[in-house]
């Protein structure tokens, strides 16, 4: 890095300390003056020496610039190189990585808020404090089951119990807390279906508060398949719209039922919208039938030209997309049906691997209070709180597999 340094700027910029350089061609030609950081060992993001270039935003300049350090020998950074050499050199653990790729990601800035949370280490914070406690039980069984001379009887001892039920409470909190921290990651996706003319995009269009969609009396207006990113008070929903069901001979409306089916099934919940004036209970429940597994909630639309007044009532909402009203009780039925609830100021972002490890550890941990209580297999219990700790170990990254590791920063952008 020192030669790259001399080569490009003449020498190494003094530690910490912005300096402004001409970045130089190697026949001594000024590509671009711009500023050089130095951040040497190992006080920098990755804990190895680092040198910032700031240049000019000119792609060309840019080009430039990178093709002149390639020719003195540095290389191109895989994707999610420098989070990756962050964390192997203890600077961040892998949930505190991965926040890094959420925090650049965020769609809502209650997501962003969460991911900076968990990168500064909350998060990470909460699950230590759990491995912790699984430590001390294990410690104190262990000792039990090591040291029979000292007459430890913790079989019938109540406060273990308690302790461990305490544990399980504490694991029942933080899954709670985790599961609000995936819906902040990876949002809700609605699926917009229904006969023609239900008023489809009209509703698209009255949520993203624009003109997304196209919006005609004529029947399959609609074609293709639309999206359009939400902020319902924090939460992040992809809201899809998709051609009107119906039969046709429309080659191009043949394609856009199809795609309107597949985007069915990768629904976490679909809004099945229905003209209130033209009720079609037998297409509903064929669609309903069409769609094992998948939550459907039916929209009633067009109240506005009906008796029928806004709400909702178990899964119907009665609503008007031409003049929004039941707009506010259809946002507080997606937020209710995904789970999702105002955060606080400790919120932080969470991944389904990390729900995954969570589960595991909570597992084991109930099948040694079971084992305990019913057997009194004081052994079964310290195995089962050695495997429950090492699963949370998987959400930091201190018991990781090369393989893990290789997935997880393969998703990152370029560089980070």
């Known amino acids: 890095m020192e030669q790259l340094a001399i080569e490009l700027m003449g020498n190494l910029p003094r530690p910490r300390q912005a300096s402004l350089r001409n970045f130089r061609q190697q026949d001594g030609s000024i590509i671009d003056q711009g500023l050089g950081l130095y951040f040497p060992a190992p006080g920098s993001y990755t804990g190895e020496s680092v040198l910032e270039l700031h240049t000019h935003g000119s792609p060309v300049v840019v080009q430039m610039l990178i093709r002149r350090c390639l020719d003195l020998g540095a290389r191109m950074a895989r994707p999610g190189e420098f989070s990756e050499r962050a964390f192997l050199s203890g600077q961040l653990d892998l949930a505190q990585a991965e926040a890094v790729a959420d925090l650049i990601e965020s769609s809502t800035e209650i997501a962003a808020r969460s991911a900076l949370n968990a990168l500064r280490g909350e998060f990470s914070r909460q699950v230590h404090h759990l491995a912790d406690n699984l430590t001390r039980l294990r410690i104190y069984v262990e000792a039990a089951m090591d040291f029979p001379e000292e007459e430890i009887d913790f079989l019938a001892d109540q406060q273990i119990i308690q302790q461990l039920e305490d544990l399980q409470s504490e694991f029942a909190t933080l899954r709670r807390s985790m599961g609000q921290g995936k819906l902040l990651r990876d ?25 997304r969609a196209i919006v005609s009396d004529i029947p399959g207006t609609t074609r293709d398949v639309l999206e359009q990113y939400l902020d319902l ?62 939550p459907v909630v039916t929209v009633y639309n067009k109240i506005d030209l009906s008796t029928k007044g806004a709400g909702v009532k178990d899964d119907s909402i009665f609503l008007s997309a031409l003049t929004g009203e039941g707009l506010n009780g259809l946002v507080e039925y997606l937020k209710t049906a995904a789970g999702y609830r105002a955060t606080d100021s400790s ?24 084992q305990l209580k019913q057997y009194h297999a004081g052994e079964l219990l310290a195995e089962e709180l050695k495997l429950g700790h090492a699963a949370l170990g998987e959400i930091t990254g201190e018991v990781s597999s090369d393989d893990l590791l290789g997935l997880i920063f393969s998703t990152f952008c370029i560089g980070k």
Not at 200 to 209: A, E, F
């Open 233 to 294: 008070d924090g939460l992040p929903v992809l809201l899809v719209d998709t051609a009107g069901i119906r039969h046709s001979t429309d080659a191009i409306e043949v394609e856009g039922v199809r795609r309107a089916r597949e985007q069915q099934q990768q629904a976490d919940l679909v809004l099945l919208v229905t003209d209130i004036n033209q009720p079609d209970a037998e297409n509903a429940e064929k669609l309903r039938s069409e769609l094992p597994g998948v």
């Open 347 to 370: 919120q932080f972002i969470a991944r389904q691997r990390h729900i995954d490890a969570l589960d595991r550890a909570k597992q084991h941990l109930d099948s040694g209070v079971d």
């Open 187 to 211: 949002g809700l996706r609605v699926v917009l279906t229904g006969v023609p003319n239900a008023g489809k995009s009209s509703l698209l269009n009255l949520l993203s508060r624009e003109q």
